[in-house]
């Protein structure tokens, strides 16, 4: 057996404001599930205005908003943490 070393995390960082910029959380979110779906440790993480993002109602009432509200809503349950 091969020692890789350490284990890794794929951690995905998004600091937007959600009001202004839904693609980075659409991207975070897509990514962290394509990783934790393929087996690997992933993670969204959020930081500054990105928080708000808890409130979906954050978002814009619009097809971006309601793409993200989607993204998000798929990820409940996915196996990968979210942190703030």
């Given at each position: 057996?091969?020692?890789?070393?350490?284990?890794?995390?794929?951690?995905?960082?998004?600091s937007?404001?959600?009001?202004?910029?839904?693609?980075?959380?659409?991207?975070?979110?897509?990514f962290a599930n394509?990783?934790?779906?393929?087996?690997?440790?992933?993670?969204v993480?959020?930081a500054g205005?990105?928080v708000?993002?808890t409130?979906?109602?954050?978002?814009?009432a619009?097809?971006?908003?309601?793409?993200?509200?989607?993204?998000?809503g798929?990820?409940?349950?996915?196996?990968?943490?979210?942190?703030?």
């Open positions: 057996m091969t020692d890789y070393g350490p284990v890794r995390k794929l951690v995905f960082f998004c937007a404001d959600p009001r202004e910029d839904t693609g980075a959380f659409f991207r975070a979110y897509h394509v990783a934790a779906n393929s087996g690997l440790d992933a993670e993480r959020l205005s990105a708000d993002v409130d979906l109602d954050t978002l814009p619009d097809d971006a908003g309601d793409l993200i509200r989607t993204k998000i798929e990820s409940i349950d996915a196996p990968f943490a979210v942190s703030l």
